[in-house]
C-alpha cells in the first residue's frame, strides 16, 4: 500500500511536470497568430497583408504594409523571435506612410515551421532571399537585423549583392571570436535536459551552438561587402558583446560604416532604445532615397 502511494506520489508530480512543461511551450513561443496581428492594427488606418511562401518544403510568412512602391525595409529578428519583435515598428506612421515594410518570420520561428531548427546561415539567407523579390522600388531594400537577424542579414548582403541595400545592424552577433556560448547552452543539446523546454528555446539553441562556425564561414566574403553600414550597439550588452560590432567596422573594408556605441543600452535596444533606434533608421531612409 505504501509503495503504490510512492509511485501515485511520483506520477503526479511527472504529470504536474509534464503539464507545466506544455504550459511554457505555449507562453513561450514568442509569435503571433495572424488573428492576433490583424487586431493590433484595428485601430490603425493600415492593415497589414500576412503572407507566406514555399521554398525546398519550408513555409515562411512575412508580414507586409506601406505603399509597395515606396522604399523597402526588411526587419530580421533574432532568435528566439519573430516578426512580432518588430510591431512597434510596423505600427509607426512616420514608417508605413513613406516605406514599404517587411517583417518575417526566420525559418523555425514564428510561424515559418515552427520548432524546426535551420542553424545555417547561409540557408536562413537563402529562404528569406524571395522576400527581397517583394520590392519594386528602384533601389533594393534596407535590411534591419537584430541580434541573429544580423549575421543573416549580412548574409544577404554576401550572397545577393545586387538585390540588397543598407545594412542596419543592430546588437548583431557576427564575430566568430566573441560568440559568448553560456554553460547551460551544452547539456540542452540533449534530449534527456531539453524535451521538457519550449521549442522556441530548443531551436534558438540549436542556432546558438552552431553559430561561431557559421560566423567563420563567412569571413572571407566581408571584404567584398559595399553596402553602406549603420551598427548600433551598446557597452552593457551582456549576451551580445560590443566587440562583434567593432569586428564588423574593420571587417567592412569597402562599406561607409556610422555606428552608434552607448554604455547604458544593453541587448534589447529595439525594445527599450525604440525612438533611437527607430529615428536613426528614418535618417538613414532618407538618405538612402535622395541619392
Known sequence: MMRWKKWR?????????????????ACMQF???????????KKLPIKPKIGRYELDGRTIRYLELGPEDAPTIV????????????????????????????????????????????????????????????NQYKKPPILVGHSYGGPVAVRLAMDYPEQTGPLYLLASAL??????????????????????????????????????????????????????????????????????SYFAEKALTKAPVDSIYQDKMNHFLIWNRYELIRDRLLELANNYTKD
Open 9 to 25: 506520489k511520483i506520477g503526479l508530480l511527472f504529470s504536474l511536470f509534464l503539464g507545466l512543461s506544455f504550459i511554457s511551450d
Open 75 to 134: 526587419f530580421i529578428h533574432g532568435a528566439p523571435g519573430s516578426s512580432q519583435d518588430y510591431m512597434k515598428y510596423l505600427q509607426d506612421s512616420s514608417l508605413y506612410q513613406n516605406y514599404h515594410l517587411l517583417a518575417v518570420d526566420r525559418p523555425g520561428y514564428g510561424y515559418s515551421n515552427f520548432g524546426k531548427a535551420l542553424p545555417s546561415i547561409a540557408e536562413q539567407a537563402r529562404y528569406l532571399a524571395p522576400v527581397l523579390a517583394l
Open 175 to 244: 564575430d566568430p571570436e566573441h560568440e559568448k556560448v553560456f554553460w547551460f547552452n551544452y547539456p540542452m543539446r540533449y534530449t534527456i535536459f531539453n524535451w521538457p523546454l519550449p521549442r522556441s528555446l530548443k531551436v534558438a539553441n540549436k542556432e546558438k551552438l552552431a553559430h561561431a562556425k557559421e560566423l567563420e564561414e563567412m569571413l572571407p566574403f566581408w571584404e567584398n561587402l559595399e553596402n553602406e553600414t549603420v551598427l548600433v550597439h551598446g557597452r552593457n550588452d551582456k549576451i551580445v558583446p560590443i566587440e562583434n
Open 31 to 41: 509569435r503571433m497568430s495572424d488573428k492576433k496581428v490583424q487586431k493590433k492594427f
